[in-house]
């Protein structure tokens, strides 16, 4: 097993004992090999025979056609139906000697972790990762491996989030006293896949208030249903019905992107108060923030690397090098930043 980059060499010692090389590359390569065949790592690369996607956010989802997907079903549907394209799904997850298989990172609907083992040595790619669990019931999977390649987008020993129950009862707090008590509705700004529908569970579930959505989130939505993911009684907001629930108190969940102009167009409307918010893990200067994250902060970082005894990590996105030092630091273990 090979994880290429093109600068150096590295060794890691497996499970067994036995020193094992990998080149390496750069980050915007990611690649395994696996019993001489390449596996891309949410990346499209055009030396791949095929390429991974843990999840079906954008900047995961190959923008060009690609290899054959490995993905999980509900992913895989996701990103065909965001991209408009018809891409092939992988039919094995065996490679030679290598198996690879999903592990959950509760980190959107569908996402998962890749692991992969064989010849002695296991692997785990993360992807986006989450250390807790999410609205619909679901947690991240560890496993005990020789190579964790994590996600550290909030890396920096400075991202503490609070935890994920009490960002919750606040959301659910806030929406009754503005729909209750101000008589006024609420429009969040969150995701379009992934944060959105997590949203949407909370609010049906906690509120008692109407939920309307943006129609690219219902559409998403009505998908994850069609997967076993239960969203919640939302509606579309261009609906005949979701225009009907606009003329008493509702809550709209929206992209960001059209965070003011549905403020503004629903206050143009219903003659009453509107209020906006924010649901993301990096906050804002101009509207109330909720850091309802679906990602892992630097103490959930350093607990994932814990829980897998890995004998060396690689570090991709955000704060890849001051996480790499901390886990250096404090286990003990061989580390490498990947990209910039």
């Not at 004992?17 to 596996?39: A, F, Q, Y």
């Not at 990103?79 to 509760?106: I, K, Q």
């Not at 009907?244 to 219903?270: G, S």
């Amino acid at each position: 097993m090979h994880i290429y980059k093109n600068t150096g060499q590295s060794h890691i010692r497996d499970r067994r004992g036995v020193h094992r090389s990998m080149p390496l590359s750069s980050i915007s390569d990611l690649e395994l090999e696996l019993d001489g065949e390449v596996l891309s790592l949410d990346r499209s690369t055009p030396r791949a025979d095929v390429t991974f996607v843990s999840h079906a956010h954008m900047d995961h989802v190959p923008r060009r056609r690609s290899a054959p997907v490995l993905a999980s079903p509900l992913t895989f549907d996701v990103m065909r139906a965001r991209t408009g394209r018809d891409h092939v799904p992988a039919e094995r997850t065996r490679f030679g000697p290598y198996t690879c298989r999903f592990l959950s990172s509760s980190h959107a609907p569908g996402a998962t972790m890749l692991h992969v083992e064989g010849d002695g040595l296991a692997l785990t790619f993360t992807g986006d990762y989450c250390d807790q669990e999410n609205a619909f019931g679901v947690s991240p999977e560890h496993v005990a491996c020789d190579v964790l390649v994590m996600d550290s987008t909030y890396g920096d020993p400075r991202h503490r989030f609070p935890r994920r129950e009490d960002v919750r009862a606040d959301i659910v707090r806030w929406v009754k006293r503005v729909t209750r008590e101000m008589h006024g509705s609420v429009v969040f700004g969150a995701y379009t896949f992934g944060k959105a529908q997590e949203l949407v569970r909370i609010l049906t579930e906690e509120t008692g208030v109407p939920v309307l959505v943006h129609e690219d989130i219902a559409q998403l939505n009505a998908l994850c249903e069609r997967h076993g993911v239960s969203v919640g009684d939302a509606v579309s907001a261009s609906s005949p019905e979701g225009q009907e629930a606009a003329m008493d108190t509702f809550v709209l969940v929206t992209p960001p992107r059209t965070l003011d102009a549905a403020r503004a167009a629903y206050a143009r409307l219903t003659h009453r108060p509107v209020v906006t918010a924010l649901v993301t893990g990096w906050g804002s200067r101009r509207h109330r923030c909720f850091p309802l994250s679906n990602h892992a902060d630097f103490q959930g970082l350093m607990n994932l690397v814990a829980a897998t005894s890995p004998r060396h990590v690689y570090t991709v996105h955000g704060s890849n090098k001051r996480l790499a030092k901390a886990v250096a630091d404090r286990f003990g273990i061989e580390t490498t930043p990947l990209g910039r």
